[in-house]
């Protein structure tokens, strides 16, 4: 349980960081994708510490801009999000 509260607690807090980093208007681009690989990343291994199989691959084909980059880390997020979700409506 211990170990689940932690988990969670660090979710949370990569979530918010990620959140707050990317409503900053002194952020560029560059910065944005940034902070949206790092909290897809903060979210593989949340999961894989919860004991779940995760796939954290971003093919970034076709992306060019940091713009189109950050987006795809976005919706890989949204699908880490999704399995999170469901682990945690199990336990």
Do not use: C, W
């Not at 211990?2 to 681009?29: G, H, Q, Y």
């Not at 510490?49 to 880390?73: F, I, W």
Request: hydrophobic share 40%; charged share 20%.
């Amino acid at each position: 349980m211990k170990n689940l509260n932690k988990t969670i607690l660090a979710l949370v807090t990569a979530s918010v960081f990620s959140t707050a980093a990317m409503a900053s208007s002194d952020e560029s681009a560059t910065d944005r994708l940034m902070s949206a690989r790092g909290s897809v990343e903060a979210l593989a291994t949340t999961l894989e510490n919860m004991g779940a199989n995760v796939d954290a691959s971003v093919d970034l084909n076709g992306a060019y801009t940091p713009a189109q980059k950050t987006a795809v880390y976005e919706q890989k997020h949204d699908e880490l999000q999704a399995q999170f979700d469901s682990l945690h409506a199990e336990s």
